[in-house]
């Protein structure tokens, strides 16, 4: 499975979708059909949660020893 950013505005299932939009889970051979048709193109990194609590992190990333 992939993700794939539109390039241009694409409609699937009735539903209108603008360029930049994260289209998440798509099977490979539906990516294969966005991108060759200049549609979208496949993300280079997939999107990670964020952290639940940054500034704690932060501080343990920060310390000294």
Known sequence: MK????DRPHTHAGKSYQPG???QQVNDQSA???VERGIGHA???PA???SKNPSKDNQENNRDG
Request: aromatic share 6%; net charge positive.
């Open 3 to 6: 993700t794939i950013i539109l």
């Open 21 to 23: 939009a994260r289209l």
């Open 32 to 34: 294969a059909w966005l």
């Open 43 to 45: 993300a280079s990194v």
């Open 48 to 50: 990670t949660p964020a």
